[in-house]
């Protein structure tokens, strides 16, 4: 890439160093203010978390997933990351995803879960009502 | 406490943490490009069996780790790199070496990293920066990707640094053990040893989805996957490939640009005319994947939406597989003329 083609599309990061060449062709660094290509890309992998965010919010509000399925598909997770934050087994948080067992979890449960969530423990139980007010 | 450190920005954390830390421990020579040559930081793998994000695990670049790792080695240079069970030794032996007037960087997770765009924030653990100050609660950073030096409290640091999930940081705290130059015939040696690697590590590599081959294992993947997972998967899919390919700051090149101003510099110590020639040779394998990426674009914006269109995306990747190939073959024999 020669220096005066560097991309200056806005993007999310600010200033970026990008090697580049000069018309000598001696590699020199330049500044690159972001790249459409790149932060259209960027837009995909967000339209899909929003896509899966509404999916999860539609099951939380048929009583077909718990609200540890929504808040899990907002922060991004999946069963393996959040089973590492929380220390619980996968199979433990698969089974949570249920409404009927989420319901009897205990206090120290959903604690654990709302912690990871960054909500309070009755934003968790009371995410089903939250969602369908919103 | 502030250690007198000068921040520089890099193209990439890894490279740049690897270059400005040596400089502070007295490697005077050192820049990102030789960091990342010497590193042999220069490659591509395709995880067939892996999902990351959902999406293909794909990568352009060594593993995380290595590109320090060898760099120090050849420069003979020891360094410590120690993991941590307990949260609170991690940031005693942290602020124990700022006490001692001597910065160390961190591996760190992404997602909660306060001063990064929320664009950005994916659960991604391999990130690198340098500590290079405590002010009462609050570490400063020197991180490459950005401009200028950053803070972050202890609570924040610590939730980077013991981020959990794959490739998982555990505290990871790594430094030069101590301050020692290095002569231009120890850049000159490293230099052939990164190379010789590198050649390894592209053309040699056993399976068919790293190195060269693995190029042309995606772009055969590539052609299939408009029948095989549908179109609005395959744009994820292609959007994957092209943030892999840029990460942060590879200028779209997935790091080839870094490549061949690495072996613009290289001829420096090795005064080859074949080491410009190659290094053209790399700028040309950048603005290809640039191509790719922009051919890549018009598929999962949703104008090219046809076979032909997915055929043409391949044909570009395995064009590109063809050109570094070339390049390494000539690099392997350019490398046995170095003295």
Redesign the interface.
């Known amino acids: 890439m020669k220096k005066e083609d560097i991309p200056q599309d806005k993007g999310a990061l600010g200033n970026e160093v990008s090697y580049v060449v000069d018309e000598n062709g001696r590699y020199t660094t330049g500044i690159s203010k972001g790249w459409d290509v790149k932060i259209e890309a960027l837009d995909v992998a967000w339209s899909d978390i929003e896509k899966k965010v509404y999916a999860a919010k539609q099951k939380v509000l048929n009583d077909e997933a718990s609200p540890v399925l929504y808040f899990m598909e907002l922060k991004i997770m999946d069963l393996p990351i959040v089973a590492a934050y929380t220390g619980f087994w996968q199979w433990q948080i698969r089974r949570h995803l249920k409404p009927s067992v989420f319901n009897t979890l205990s206090e120290k449960k959903i604690q654990k879960y709302a912690e990871l969530f960054e909500i309070t423990p009755d934003e968790l139980r009371q995410a089903k009502q939250i969602l369908s007010n919103r | 406490m502030k250690i007198d450190f000068t921040h520089s920005?890099?193209?990439h954390c890894e490279n740049g943490v690897t270059a400005s830390l040596l400089r502070h421990y007295g490697v005077e020579q050192i820049t990102e490009?030789l960091a990342f040559g010497i590193g042999s930081g220069l490659f591509f793998i395709y995880l067939p069996f892996m999902k990351v994000?959902?999406g293909p695990a794909i990568s352009f670049r060594t593993m995380p780790g290595m590109i320090f790792k060898r760099t120090c080695k050849s420069l003979n240079i020891p360094i410590l790199r120690k993991k941590f069970s307990s949260e609170e030794k991690a940031q005693l032996e942290l602020d124990a070496r700022l006490n001692a007037g001597e910065p160390a960087a961190c591996q760190v997770g992404v997602?909660y990293l306060t001063y990064f765009?929320?664009?950005?924030r994916?659960?991604f653990n391999a990130h690198n920066l340098i500590v290079v100050g405590k002010e009462a609660d609050n570490y400063i950073i020197s991180d490459p990707?950005m401009?200028t030096l950053v803070s972050m409290s202890s609570y924040e640091l610590k939730r980077v640094r013991f981020a959990?999930?794959?490739l998982?940081p555990r505290g990871q705290l790594y430094y030069p053990r101590e301050r020692r130059a290095v002569t231009d015939e120890q850049i000159k040696n490293a230099i052939v040893t990164g190379i010789k690697r590198n050649v390894r590590d592209m053309l040699y590599i056993p399976g068919n989805f790293a190195g060269i081959s693995g190029i042309k294992y995606t772009a055969k993947k590539i052609k299939k996957w408009r029948d095989s997972l549908g179109l609005e998967k395959s744009?994820?899919y292609l959007?994957?490939l092209?943030?892999m390919q840029?990460e942060?700051?590879?200028?779209?090149?997935g790091f080839r640009?870094?490549y061949?101003?690495f072996l613009?510099?290289a001829y420096a110590y090795h005064p080859m005319d074949e080491l410009m020639s190659i290094?053209?040779q790399f700028?040309r394998a950048?603005?290809r994947w640039?191509d790719a990426?922009?051919q890549?674009?018009g598929i999962?914006?949703g104008r090219l939406t046809t076979q032909e269109d997915y055929n043409n995306m391949g044909d570009m990747l395995l064009e590109i597989a063809e050109l570094e190939k070339a390049a390494f073959k000539e690099l392997a024999v350019a490398v046995k003329k170095m003295k």
Do not use: L
């Open positions: 920005q890099a193209a490009p994000n959902g997602y765009p929320k664009e950005y994916f659960h990707i401009e959990k999930g794959p998982a744009r994820s959007a994957q092209v943030r840029e942060i700051g590879t200028g779209g090149g640009f870094i061949g101003a613009q510099q290094s053209r700028t950048g603005d640039r990426a922009v890549a674009s999962y914006k």
